[in-house]
């Protein structure tokens, strides 16, 4: 079950980084706005994020697309994204490769 629970939490993570905001050429999961992903044992998959901005015009094109890619990792049943502000995001938080990329670094 565990080695199963790492796939799956693996898979997940890898979809997270298909998913991109539109003004920015990398993903969300590098640009570190996934805050947390709870997987339960009936693999329910709660999922807190956050934005660049609170007033991003691409929101909910975001959330939906996390919410729909992440449903279709096999065996995941349902998804609960969850969007908050606490703490606020900053570019310290991005992955170094994301830093690189817009060049940060």
Same mark, same amino acid.
Request: proline share 4%; hydrophobic share 50%; aromatic share 10%.
């Given at each position: 079950m565990n080695n199963e629970f790492l796939q799956t939490e693996e898979a997940i993570v890898a979809m997270l980084k298909t998913v991109y905001d #539109?003004?920015? #050429?990398?993903? $969300?999961?590098? *640009?570190? *706005?996934i805050?947390? $992903?709870?997987?339960d044992e009936e693999k329910n998959v709660r999922i807190d994020m956050t934005l660049t901005a609170p007033n991003c015009p691409a /929101?909910?094109?975001?959330? @939906?697309? $996390?919410? %729909?890619? $992440? @449903? /279709?990792v096999d065996g995941v049943n349902n998804v609960e994204v969850n969007l908050v502000f606490e703490p606020e995001?900053?570019?310290?938080? %991005?992955?170094? @490769? /994301?830093?690189? @990329?817009?060049?940060?670094?």
């Open positions: #539109p003004e920015i #050429p990398v993903n $969300v999961y590098d *640009l570190g *706005l805050y947390k $992903v709870d997987i /929101a909910d094109f975001i959330l @939906e697309d $996390v919410r %729909m890619k $992440v @449903e /279709a995001w900053d570019k310290d938080m %991005m992955t170094e @490769e /994301a830093k690189l @990329e817009l060049g940060f670094l």
